[in-house]
């Protein structure tokens, strides 16, 4: 069983950055492919960026690219999203999840990621 604790949401504002983070405990937590979602006001789920095991390959979603950036250290056990160029439509509950079935792929899907943290709030005033 893995379990994520995230920390790093707060309250910026437009044009501003945060980097949430997300540590993995129990289980082989380093050798799952992780991913972010987040969940605004009103909306579904929707995926924001995945890394594999090793860090070597990514996605993100269109909305985020070039602006947001996941990465990985296995030796803390910890995934990172860096988040540059807020917009007040990034506002948000973000999730991280942990995928113990699909190792070395970067996956957009929800429903392969078996392991969810708490969230964190992260809000972008205009």
């Known amino acids: 069983q893995v379990q994520l604790v995230h920390s790093g949401g707060g309250l910026v504002q437009a044009g501003g950055s945060l980097r949430l983070s997300c540590a993995a405990s129990?289980?082989?937590?380093?050798?799952?492919?992780m991913g972010w979602f987040r969940q605004g006001p009103g909306k579904e789920r929707e995926f924001v960026a995945a890394i594999n095991w090793s860090g070597g390959r990514t996605m993100y979603a269109d909305s985020v690219k070039g602006r947001f950036t996941i990465s990985r250290d296995n030796a803390k056990n910890t995934v990172y999203l860096q988040m540059n160029s807020l917009k007040s439509e990034d506002t948000a509950v973000y999730y991280c999840a942990a995928s113990s079935r699909f190792p070395a792929e970067v996956v957009a899907n929800e429903y392969a990621y078996d392991y969810w943290g708490q969230g964190t709030q992260v809000t972008v005033s205009s």
């Open positions: 129990g289980g082989t937590s380093s050798s799952n492919s």
